[in-house]
């Protein structure tokens, strides 16, 4: 069985993405779709009311909202209330409006379309983080049943975590390094995605990694740190979500679970 709500929810994402590509299109499609849709209710004016037309005008600003582009569904918003002046109310084929309950339907039409703009964005980005959240426990699960299912060298199990690593913080490159940290100075990622430097909590979101210096992730096992992750984000500021930087530390604590058992495992074969 193929499909399912995943697959039709990422179809629908793989669209919005081909969409914003062409932001520039799209949003000029989304002023004029407004227009289409008024040229065709003015046909039958006689027999639409005022209420139908702004629900129809409104359908369509939905569907530009879909775009995930503001300006698409602004566009579209401002262009649903020009055509509603001119084609819907009279005097017709006028920017003008004598009738006070016509002033009122363009001033909703104005007020609801702004709404529906701003609701769809915001469930799109709600949909993204969702997306984002999906594809970090993927990340994770894939690592851990990598490590399960695998005896990899140390150093191959290492590189492919640090590989991870960099993808999840948008790193530059990551390494790792047995024993004590190697710079006692660098900020240090904690395990709840905090960064601290010198005992002061850095503000990632705004700031960003630093790029003056190296960081350093611990790969602690029970209380005892096994190495560190060395992490550089030295030629672009990078700004991981706290999200992101917990996902990382879990990936670090994967690996000190490994060597764990890597060392289980020889002590084993020893006896």
């Not at 104005?110 to 594809?135: C, D, F, K, N, Y």
């Not at 530059?172 to 240090?188: E, L």
């Not at 210096?213 to 992490?231: D, I, K, N």
Request: charged share 20%; with cysteine; glycine share 8%.
């Amino acid at each position: 069985m193929t499909g399912g709500p995943f697959s039709a929810r990422d179809e629908g994402m793989n669209l919005r993405t081909t969409v914003r590509e062409h932001r520039l299109a799209t949003t000029v499609v989304a002023a004029l779709a407004p227009l289409a849709a008024a040229v065709l209710l003015s046909l039958v004016r006689d027999s639409v009311t005022a209420a139908t037309a702004v629900l129809v005008l409104v359908a369509v600003v939905v569907a530009t909202c879909a775009t995930g582009i503001r300006a698409a569904g602004l566009a579209a918003t401002l262009s649903a209330v020009a055509w509603f002046d001119f084609f819907l109310t009279e005097p017709y084929n006028s920017f003008t409006i004598n009738d006070a309950n016509d002033v009122e339907a363009a001033v909703l039409l104005l007020v609801i379309g702004g709404i529906v703009t701003e609701t769809a964005l915001w469930g799109l980005r709600q949909e993204a983080a969702l997306s984002r959240q999906t594809g970090y426990l993927g990340g994770v699960l894939a690592t851990a049943e990598t490590l399960a299912a695998h005896h990899e060298s140390r150093d191959e199990v290492t590189r492919a975590v640090a590989q991870r690593i960099v993808e999840v913080l948008d790193l530059d490159s990551c390494r790792f390094i047995s024993g004590p940290r190697p710079d006692p100075g660098a900020p240090t990622l904690e395990q709840d995605g905090s960064l601290v430097r010198d005992g002061h909590h850095l503000n990632v979101e705004r700031d960003g990694l630093p790029v003056d210096s190296t960081m350093v992730l611990p790969v602690r096992s029970g209380g005892q740190v096994r190495g560190h992750f060395v992490l550089t984000a030295a030629t672009h500021v990078a700004r991981p979500s706290a999200e992101q930087r917990r996902v990382a530390s879990l990936l670090a604590d994967q690996v000190a679970g490994w060597l764990n058992g890597a060392d289980h495992r020889v002590a084993g074969a020893g006896t």
